[in-house]
């Protein structure tokens, strides 16, 4: 049991440092390309708004922002940074 969840801990661990990569890389890109800031919100907010959940866009609706993370967390399994940094993209874009 303990094992299992040590090699499950340590594959997320490599995936969200890869997620780090791969955001820095697109940050990069965006520079070079001329992507102002809030073009890069906009895009990221664009690319990711189907895979918010429902649950998550009624409760920022009704202003319940703690509680549209922990729903976050608890659809995706994303810590609570991650989760934070999801929710407040999307309540950049508007959408």
Same mark, same amino acid.
């Given at each position: 049991?303990?094992?299992?969840?040590?090699?499950?801990?340590?594959?997320?661990?490599?995936?969200?440092?890869?997620?780090?990569?791969?955001?820095?890389?697109?940050?990069?890109?965006?520079?070079? =390309? +001329?992507?102002? %800031? #809030?073009?890069?919100?906009?895009? *990221?907010?664009? $690319?990711?708004?189907?895979?918010?959940?429902?649950?998550c866009?009624?409760?920022?609706?009704?202003?319940?922002v703690?509680?549209a993370?922990?729903?976050?967390?608890?659809?995706?399994? =994303? +810590?609570?940074? %991650? #989760?934070?940094?999801?929710?407040? *993209?999307?309540? $950049?874009?508007?959408?």
């Amino acid at each position: 049991m303990f094992g299992r969840s040590r090699q499950q801990q340590a594959m997320i661990q490599r995936l969200q440092a890869r997620t780090q990569e791969l955001e820095a890389l697109v940050d990069q890109l965006a520079a070079r =390309a +001329g992507v102002g %800031e #809030a073009e890069l919100v906009r895009l *990221r907010a664009q $690319a990711g708004s189907a895979s918010l959940p429902e649950e998550c866009r009624r409760l920022l609706e009704q202003g319940e922002v703690i509680a549209a993370i922990k729903a976050y967390r608890e659809h995706t399994g =994303a +810590g609570l940074t %991650e #989760a934070k940094d999801r929710i407040d *993209r999307h309540r $950049a874009s508007g959408s």
